[in-house]
C-alpha cells in the first residue's frame, strides 16, 4: 500500500536551531515524486520541493535541505538556523496516490 | 498569475442542506483534486479527475459529488452534508509531474 508516514506530530525548536522533519514513505512503484509543502497559520498551502525517484542528490535552498535515501524510503527535510517565520505545518507527500503524510507542526520559539 | 481559487472560503450550514464548493483554475492544467484537512489526519483526497468529464473516487469520497465539465472548473457538491463533513477543504490543480497548486481553502462546518 502507499503510505507516507511523518512520525514527529508536533517539534518546538528555539530561534537560530536547525532541525530536521522526518518522512519515511512506502510504495511499490518504481518511478515516483515526493514532495514538500508548507503550511503557515494563514492556512494556504505552498510547494517546497519535488523530487523524483532516480535523483538521489541531496538538495539545498538557502537555509532549507533535503536529503532523500531510496534505501530506507526517507525524504527528510532540515532547516538551518531556524527563524520564527519558519513555525508552520509542513506536509511530506508522494504522487502515487497522491499521498499525504499526517503533517508536522514546527514551532519556532524568538 | 497562475491561480486556482475556490468559494465560499467560509461556510457554515446545517445538516442536510445541499450545498457546493466551487473551484476554478487558470493553468490549464488536466489534473484536478478534492482534498479534506483534518488535525492528524493530514489531507486525504475525496475525488480526482484527470482530465474533462472524467473522475474517479480518493480515499474518502462518501457523501460528496463532483463534475468535471470543462477544464477550468472542478467543483466538489455535498448532497445532503452532516456533522462529519465539518472540515477544511483544499482543491488543487496538478501539472504533469505532481507538483499541486491549492486552492486559499474552504472552511465548512456542518451543524
Known amino acids: 500500500a502507499q503510505k507516507v508516514t511523518q512520525a514527529q506530530t508536533e517539534i518546538s525548536v528555539v530561534e537560530k536551531e536547525d532541525v530536521t522533519l522526518d518522512c519515511v514513505y512506502e510504495?511499490?512503484?518504481?518511478?515516483?515524486?515526493l514532495f514538500w509543502y508548507k503550511q503557515p497559520p494563514s492556512g494556504e498551502l505552498v510547494f517546497l520541493i519535488r523530487?523524483?525517484?532516480?535523483?538521489?542528490q541531496n538538495e539545498i535552498s538557502g537555509r532549507y535541505s533535503w536529503n532523500f535515501q531510496k534505501s530506507t524510503s526517507s525524504f527528510n527535510f532540515t532547516i538551518t538556523a531556524s527563524q520564527v517565520v519558519d513555525s508552520a505545518v509542513y506536509f511530506c507527500?508522494?504522487?502515487?496516490?497522491?499521498?499525504f503524510g499526517a503533517g508536522t507542526r514546527l514551532t519556532v520559539k524568538p | 498569475e497562475a491561480q486556482v481559487t475556490q468559494n465560499p472560503r467560509y461556510l457554515i450550514t446545517v445538516t442536510g442542506k445541499k450545498l457546493t464548493v466551487t473551484c476554478s483554475q487558470n493553468?490549464?492544467?488536466?489534473?484536478m483534486s478534492w482534498y479534506r484537512q483534518d488535525p492528524g489526519l493530514g489531507l486525504r483526497q475525496i475525488y480526482y479527475?484527470?482530465?474533462?468529464?472524467?473522475?474517479d473516487k480518493g480515499d474518502v469520497p462518501e457523501g460528496y459529488k463532483v463534475s468535471r465539465k470543462e477544464k477550468r472548473n472542478f467543483p466538489l457538491i455535498l448532497e445532503s452534508p452532516s456533522p462529519n463533513q465539518t472540515s477544511l477543504y483544499f482543491c488543487?490543480?496538478?501539472?504533469?509531474?505532481?507538483?499541486?497548486?491549492f486552492g486559499p481553502g474552504t472552511r465548512l462546518t456542518v451543524l
Open positions: 523530487r523524483n525517484s532516480f535523483d538521489e
Open positions: 479527475s484527470m482530465n474533462v468529464e472524467v473522475t
Open positions: 488543487a490543480a496538478r501539472t504533469g509531474l505532481g507538483e499541486q497548486f
Open positions: 493553468m490549464n492544467h488536466e489534473y
Open positions: 507527500a508522494l504522487t502515487s496516490d497522491m499521498r
Open positions: 510504495t511499490r512503484d518504481t518511478t515516483y515524486y
